[in-house]
C-alpha cells in the first residue's frame, strides 16, 4: 500500500479520503498498539511516512544547530556550543542511520520496526537539546542574536507541525518542549504580550497538526478499505 504524504494532507472535496478520520482524539493520542487489522495498517502507515521525512529533517536540524554554534561564539563558551553541537550531532546521525536502515534493509525493518514510544522518546530528547539555547543563552545575546533565536524556535515548531503531523504523539510531544523554551525566552521582555502570542501560535500549530494528522488518517483509511 503505498501513501502519498503530502498528497494525504491535502483535502479535496468529493474526493476518497477527503473526510476527516472518524477516531477520538482520545484514539489519535493513543500509544497502544492497535488490535485490528486497519489499526495495525493505519499505524504502520503513519511511521512510514515519518522515516521518509527523517533524512531531510535531520540535516536542516544539524544546518540550524551549526549556525546556532557558530554565531553565539563569543556569547557563550566554545566548550558549551561544542558540547551541545556534538549532542545534536549524535542524536540526529544515530536517527538518521536507522530511518536509512528501515528504509533499505527490508529484514531489518522486519524484525526491528519503529515502536512509536520509541520515536517519541527520541523527539522528546531531540526537542530537549533546543531548550538549551532559549533558557540558557537567550539572556546573554545581544539583539540581532535574540531575534534569530526567536526566529529559529517559531521555524522548528512551524517545521514540525508537517514533518512530524502523521505521527501526533511525537509532534505534540516536540511542540510542547519547544513552546517552553519560547515562554521561556520571550518571558525575558518587559511585555507579557510576546508570552501570549508564543503560546497562541504554539496552540495554532497544535491544532493544525491534529487536523493533518485526522486528514492522513482519514485519507489511509479510505485507501485501504
Request: aromatic share 8%.
Amino acid at each position: 500500500m503505498g501513501v502519498e504524504l503530502f498528497q494525504a494532507f491535502r483535502p479535496r472535496e468529493g474526493e476518497r479520503g477527503s473526510v476527516l478520520a472518524p477516531d477520538s482524539l482520545r484514539d489519535l493520542l493513543s500509544f497502544r498498539q492497535p488490535t485490528d487489522a486497519v489499526g495495525r495498517a493505519i499505524r504502520g502507515a503513519q511511521l512510514d511516512a515519518l522515516v521518509r521525512l527523517v533524512p531531510i529533517t535531520v540535516v536542516s536540524q544539524l544546518f540550524a544547530a551549526g549556525l546556532i554554534a557558530w554565531s553565539l561564539r563569543g556569547t557563550v563558551a566554545d566548550q558549551w556550543l561544542a558540547l551541545w553541537f556534538v549532542g545534536a550531532l549524535v542524536m540526529c546521525a544515530t536517527r538518521g542511520a536507522r530511518a536509512l536502515r528501515l528504509r533499505l534493509d527490508k529484514d531489518y525493518a522486519r524484525r526491528k520496526p519503529p515502536e512509536i514510544k520509541t520515536i517519541t522518546a527520541i523527539i522528546a530528547m531531540l526537542g530537549s537539546l533546543w531548550l538549551v539555547p532559549p533558557v540558557f543563552w537567550f539572556e546573554h545575546a545581544d539583539t540581532e542574536h535574540q531575534m534569530m533565536l526567536g526566529v529559529l524556535i517559531i521555524a522548528l515548531m512551524s517545521a514540525a507541525g508537517v514533518s512530524l503531523a502523521t505521527v501526533p504523539q511525537a509532534c505534540l510531544t516536540y511542540l510542547a518542549i519547544l513552546t517552553l523554551g519560547g515562554l521561556v525566552m520571550t518571558a525575558q521582555f518587559e511585555s507579557p504580550v510576546h508570552m501570549g502570542l508564543m503560546l497562541i501560535f504554539a496552540i495554532d500549530i497544535g491544532g493544525a497538526a491534529i487536523a493533518n494528522a485526522r486528514r492522513f488518517v482519514g485519507h489511509v483509511r479510505t485507501q485501504i478499505e
